[in-house]
């Protein structure tokens, strides 16, 4: 017999007729499930329900999907379930072929989708500590494993037993499973232990990405040397002019085709016919790449991986992502669990511990001492030596592979398999006790404008939901660079994931010929990062850097909190969740954004302001752009204030301050979240005094400093009602371009704490809100200000309540005493400004005196 035609070697002959129909139903008397496609209907709901309980059981220790889909597959073989009466009734032998069709149906879309989300240009930009622990993580554990099989196989069988084709083919197969490093898995750990953003997760990630590309040119080149040693030039060959083909004739193809619909300003313009287009691809790529001689899932990748970066990209993730990995990719575990037998290795399970801990302790050890060769803490080294032990589907391939060339016998494949399972498993546990992220944050001092006022720079960043924004945030930040100090601004483009793809991080140049690490980026955010880029050679005082995310939206105020503590940065802005519409109303684009600005006011680490912009980037026409100030009292007033002060000496701006004073007073709020209680009203406390105290010295210090401005004027109101506040706004109406006010998180006042039960959008505060209602007749731009309270956990204060503003306002004494209160201090202590500056002016006439001594 030919040796082409034989069967493989673990294998066990079956004759059977293979019916792939539907059954007529009970009703006709027929049995549902001796028909092929009722049957794997049930398998699929068996397979699911049994991986969605193990992932929930694991979830309190961090275990990524892979292990669950490993583990249900291997309880569903012969080691657990496999033993009872159901089993072979429920998985009988002639329908695993179909189990394992949909199976690797599933992994060619798969490894498809993992392509698309690489970006394969970030590798220019590695950095030589990733070079280095990448190559190391490739070649020792690679000779490791060579070594390690032979000795294994010369333990367990007389060396003259051993077949010499065999044993080579079996250490090259084995080294390269133990090689493998999964960039999915290292990217899903990252994520949930919330260190993608730190230096080590972002070693990490470029470490895994080396590897990762590494890995699959083993599976592309090796594996056909493995299967067919004489024929392997040939494969080798053919494969390379399929990479090249698809790099300089089919990516040009794609782009051409994806281009003609470039004009779209959204993803979801994208008909269905441009997905099955791309899918259809997919198959045929992994069709060539199986006649070429190579593994399919070879040629899947590489079409994943020379797909133009675009929203179709984005979209194609987005739909299929969650379809394939969680419904389907689980068969393809289950198709190779059930080949474990862990009855088979009990005379060998010092093998399968010997693996474990020689794998684990290589990679680990080879990164320590890369670290200690690049100054980096052993901690970190530690930990990327841990995330290159994960595995995935690559690993299972290569093994599957083995297996079916009958390399690996039953009690070696099991053992392979556990030992993936581990390594794979015990990563994210080690790696949260040794590197705890319920640390305290990363501390720095200036986590607002006001406290940075005095430093030679200030850092901002700015959040991006889609190019709408970019204009009026060019505008908002134009209108603030007048001051001396230099402007570093991070621009983060937020970029939703609905599927169950890795969240990344993508750094982009602004320099769009001089930065090597340029790629063809998602088309909005190339145009993102165009302008940004335009804006920045026009502007040298002020350096851009963008950034763009791809992350789920419950997860994306955690990106936006850990780049602010990587940068370090002063004020956050954020665009609201409502745009300008064509009839001039502002109207609601995605739910989603409004949660995450509702999350990124309670957990940011600096300065916020929420920027609703009504046109402000379209009126670069005008020659003097007037903006105001609403200043009532508070921290996040005097942050409004220190925004509107960086605009004083930009000859085009015409800054006006209102002064909002009151006949009633100031009250703390307190909100006790353990109770049920009314937050209770304490007038007067000693922090509100202190807080008017800042207030007035805060005020009376821009007055005197913008005292020979003609471009700032300054302006009193005086308000007794909460009426005669909405008089005094309105009156404002249609005047200015920008307004700049703060939200008032914990500092409320009797006029305002009311109007809090009006509010359509607390996360602006009560004057943000009216300023930016859809219903008011403003037109004008808002920046909703809050400054960083310093509270636990980065919160601000929580809003005043209804019930104890109207519980106050029902109390004619307390509303007179404070009134009382109120308008002495506002008469005799800070609201005097001519006092104030008597003060400044005798103070630094006795300072010069003792300088002049």
């Keep these: 017999m030919d040796p082409q035609n034989q069967p493989p070697f673990n294998s066990t002959d079956h004759c059977f007729i293979l019916n792939i129909t539907v059954s007529n139903g009970i009703w006709n008397a027929d049995n549902p499930f001796t028909e092929s496609l009722p049957y794997f209907i ?76 690489l970006d394969i240009t970030s590798m220019v930009c590695s950095t030589s500590k990733a070079v280095a622990f990448s190559l190391a993580g490739v070649l020792t554990p690679f000779v490791t494993g060579i070594g390690f099989f032979y000795l294994s196989q010369a333990l367990k069988t007389p060396t003259s037993d051993l077949n010499l084709k065999i044993s080579i083919q079996g250490c090259i197969l084995w080294a390269t499973a133990l090689t493998i490093t999964s960039f999915p898995v290292v990217a899903q750990i990252l994520s949930s232990l919330k260190l993608r953003h730190l230096e080590i997760g972002r070693l990490g990630m470029s470490t895994a990405l080396l590897s990762y590309v590494g890995n699959w040119i083993l599976i592309a080149f090796v594996l056909p040397l493995c299967v067919n040693p004489k024929n392997a030039p040939y494969v080798m060959t053919s494969t390379m002019a399929f990479i090249l083909a698809s790099i300089y004739m089919i990516r040009p193809l794609l782009k051409m085709i994806i281009n003609r619909s470039s004009h779209r300003k959204s993803r979801h313009y994208y ?101 200690f060769f690049f100054n980096i803490p052993r901690r970190d080294g530690v930990v990327v030596g841990l995330l290159m032990s994960t595995k995935e589907v690559l690993a299972i391939i290569v093994i599957n592979t083995a297996w079916d060339r009958g390399v690996l016998q039953g009690d070696d494949y099991s053992i392979m398999v556990l030992a993936l399972l581990t390594m794979t498993g ?30 030679p720079e200030v850092r901002m960043l700015t959040c991006i939901y889609s190019l709408d924004n970019v204009q009026g945030i060019i505008q908002l930040l134009d209108f603030a660079r007048a001051t001396k100090q230099t402007v570093s601004v991070f621009a983060l483009h937020l970029v939703e ?213 003609e471009s700032v004027d300054f302006e009193e109101k005086i308000v007794n009602s909460r009426e005669g506040l909405r008089t005094a706004l309105k009156e404002t109406e249609d005047k200015f371009e920008l307004f700049i006010v703060g939200r008032g998180a914990g500092m409320a006042s009797p006029l305002t704490a009311t109007l809090d039960n009006f509010s359509d959008c607390p996360e602006l505060g009560v004057v943000g809100d009216l300023l930016a209602s859809s219903n ?20 601000p204060l929580k809003s005043i309540s209804s019930t104890s503003s109207q519980s106050m306002h029902n109390s004619k004494e307390a509303e007179l005493g404070m009134s009382r209160q109120c308008n002495s201090i506002g008469s005799n202590e800070g609201r005097g400004f001519e006092a104030y500056v008597k003060h400044k002016r005798r103070y630094d006439e006795d300072d010069n005196g003792s300088d002049d001594d």
């Design 42 to 117: 049930v398998q699929l709901a068996t397979v699911l329900i049994l991986n969605r309980i193990l992932f929930l059981l694991l979830k309190p220790f961090r275990q990524p999907h892979v292990v669950a889909d490993i583990l249900s597959g291997i309880l569903l073989g012969p080691s657990l379930l496999g033993k009872t009466v159901i089993f072979p009734h429920l998985f009988p032998t002639k329908d695993i072929v179909i189990v394992e069709t949909v199976a690797y149906m599933a992994v060619v879309f798969h490894v498809f989708l993992v392509g698309l989300e």
């Design 271 to 371: 008909s269905d016919y441009y997905l099955c287009f791309v899918l259809v691809g997919a198959l045929l790529s992994a069709f060539v790449a199986d006649v070429a001689g190579t593994h399919s899932v070879v040629g899947a990748f590489v079409f994943g991986l020379i797909m133009p970066k675009s929203d179709l990209g984005i979209l194609l993730i987005n739909r299929f992502d969650y379809f394939v990995s969680r419904l389907l990719m689980p068969l393809f575990f289950v198709a190779s669990g059930i080949r474990v037998d862990v009855s088979k290795i009990q005379m060998h399970w010092w093998l399968l511990v010997i693996v474990i801990i020689l794998l684990c302790l290589v990679k680990v050890l080879i990164a320590l001492l890369i670290s």
């Design 426 to 455: 015990i990563v994210a546990p080690i790696i949260s006790v040794i590197y705890n992220r319920n640390n305290p944050p990363v501390q720095y001092k200036r986590r607002s404008l006001q406290g940075a006022r005095a430093d």
């Design 497 to 709: 994931l609905t599927g169950c793809a890795s969240r990344m991080l993508i750094v982009h140049g602004t320099k769009r010929t001089s930065s090597i690490c340029q790629r063809d980026n998602i088309p909005e955010s190339d145009q993102i990062v165009n302008l940004l880029g335009n804006y920045e050679e026009e502007n040298p005082s002020i350096s851009i850097q963008a950034f763009t995310t791809l992350s789920p939206s419950d997860h994306m105020h955690e990106d936006i909190r850990s780049l602010c503590e990587d940068k370090r940065v002063a004020l956050m802005i954020i665009p609201f969740h409502k745009q300008l519409m064509a009839d001039g109303h502002l109207e609601e684009t995605n739910p989603a954004h409004r949660s995450i600005n509702q999350s990124v006011l309670s957990s940011a680490p600096c300065s916020v302001g929420i920027f609703v912009d009504r046109g402000l980037g379209v009126a670069k026409e005008m020659k003097m752009h007037r903006v105001a100030v609403i200043f009532i009292g508070g921290p996040d007033d005097r942050e409004a204030l220190t925004y509107g002060w960086r605009m004083v000496g930009n000859l085009e701006i015409r800054l006006t301050v209102f002064l909002f004073l009151f006949n009633g007073d100031v009250v703390e709020t307190k909100h006790n979240d353990s109770s049920d209680s009314i937050p209770s009203l304490q007038p007067l406390s000693s922090f509100i005094y202190r807080q008017k105290q800042i207030d007035d010295e805060y005020v009376n210090e821009f007055r005197l400093r913008t005292a020979g401005e």
């Design 776 to 795: 008011s007749s403003f037109g004008s731009s808002v920046l909703v200000v809050q400054q960083y309270s310093g509270l636990p956990g980065g919160g």
